[in-house]
């Protein structure tokens, strides 16, 4: 199967390889994804790189081209869809929403660093709306019954982005406080108790889809509470990147349009400067 050419304008993230294609969605390897994302592995056009990890069917890097699918109900274990309709000003209008779980998300100081400790992961929409932002027309038709390629590929790269701490509230019995120390834990790596925990705020999160809630905490840590190297649980699928940001360039990070990062980024950063930083001694 002929690939189409790397597009050659530079990526933010020059450390993770740049390769034709993913594994797909259906059948994702953890070691191919983990390899891509540490940045271990060459820039192969086209490759092959065989390692005893990877997940069954996939042939290694570049893996197949990513196909695009309806999610069968079968697989909203998390969320679900519905459609609302309504009348108002004697029109009929209908909404199309998803029923998910509320979340926590945590801003994360080292003082040991004097940095603010975000994660990076890939994720899929943001890959995808950024090939169809290029290449206008790459989404169509992906409502039909068989699966459509995604070409053309971009740089997993481009899937990048810069996020706070976060997690999803959907285990019974744990309040929040205990589901975002889980959280530090598994994707920073820090040791953290409940009561070392202060709540920033609770505010609507995804208002045109979803209406859950989420709720900011901050947390400060040293490096004596780093007891793992965090990165998430690759069972579920989570393979992520922590980042120290420097508190002398937290700001201009913020303000960056060309960094892709979520408005908790930006939110977090702001509360910080106003609420955290006028405190601290002298480095």
Not at 36 to 43: E, F, K, S
Not at 188 to 197: D, E, K
Not at 209 to 234: I, K, N, R, W
Request: with cysteine; aromatic share 8%; proline share 11%.
């Amino acid at each position: 199967m002929s690939r189409p050419p790397l597009p050659t304008a530079p990526w933010p993230f020059p450390h993770v390889a740049a390769v034709s294609s993913l594994c797909s969605f259906s059948s994702p390897c953890a070691a191919c994804w983990l390899m891509l994302c540490l940045g271990r592995l060459p820039a192969l056009w086209p490759g092959f790189l065989p390692h005893p990890l990877r997940a069954p069917g996939c042939p290694g890097l570049p893996c197949p081209p990513w196909r695009l699918r309806p999610a069968p109900p079968a697989a909203a274990r998390r969320s679900r869809w519905a459609r609302a309709m309504t009348g108002r000003n004697g029109t009929q209008k209908s909404w199309d929403f998803m029923k998910t779980h509320d979340s926590v998300t945590i801003l994360v100081f080292n003082s040991s660093r004097r940095s603010l400790v975000l994660v990076k992961q890939f994720r899929p929409a943001v890959y995808a709306g950024e090939v169809e932002r290029l290449f206008p027309g790459s989404l169509a038709a992906v409502d039909q019954d068989r699966p459509r390629e995604l070409q053309p590929a971009l740089p997993g790269s481009a899937g990048v982005t810069y996020e706070l701490c976060a997690g999803l509230v959907d285990q019974p019995g744990l309040s929040l406080e205990e589901v975002a120390c889980k959280e530090v834990w598994e994707e920073c790596g820090y040791h953290l108790a409940p009561s070392g925990l202060r709540r920033v705020a609770t505010y609507k999160s995804g208002v045109g889809l979803t209406g859950s809630s989420q709720t900011m905490f901050y947390a400060e840590v040293t490096d004596a509470q780093q007891g793992g190297p965090g990165g998430g649980l690759a069972e579920e699928g989570e393979l992520i990147e922590v980042v120290h940001l420097p508190l002398d360039g937290a700001q201009a990070f913020a303000d960056d349009p060309d960094v892709p990062k979520t408005l908790g980024v930006i939110f977090g950063i702001s509360w910080f400067l106003s609420h955290v930083a006028p405190g601290l001694g002298p480095q």
